[in-house]
């Protein structure tokens, strides 16, 4: 255990975001997508939140489901920031989206039965 905040082994929270954005800038800005003018790490709309998801098919999906969710009343609805290189629910459909796409849900069930969740 760090005996003062000097040992500290991990970077603090601030540099770490700091970290995180310049990332997604870089992202942003090697696909050549628009992004706000002083926030680089976001996108430039939030229409444009299908530029944060890495697999076209995957931003597809997402796209039928928001259709079967406007005529159905049923499903799942994306967050106000879903264009922000940092968001939440787009790193989720990053991760997780390939899988769901692809059928191969074993990695899934693999973790929940090993976090003891039915």
Do not use: T
Request: proline share 6%.
């Amino acid at each position: 255990m760090a005996r003062n905040l000097r040992d500290w082994p991990y970077p603090r929270h601030g540099d770490f975001e700091a970290r995180l954005r310049e990332a997604a800038a870089r992202w942003f800005a090697a696909k050549g997508y628009a992004v706000r003018r002083r926030q680089p790490y976001i996108l430039d709309a939030r229409q444009n939140w299908h530029r944060n998801i890495i697999l076209p098919e995957v931003a597809k999906y997402i796209k039928h489901q928001i259709a079967v969710r406007n005529r159905r009343r049923e499903g799942f609805a994306l967050h106000g920031f879903v264009h922000h290189g940092l968001s939440s629910q787009a790193l989720l459909f990053n991760l997780v989206g390939p899988l769901v796409v692809s059928d191969h849900f074993e990695p899934l069930h693999r973790a929940s039965e090993q976090a003891g969740l039915p």
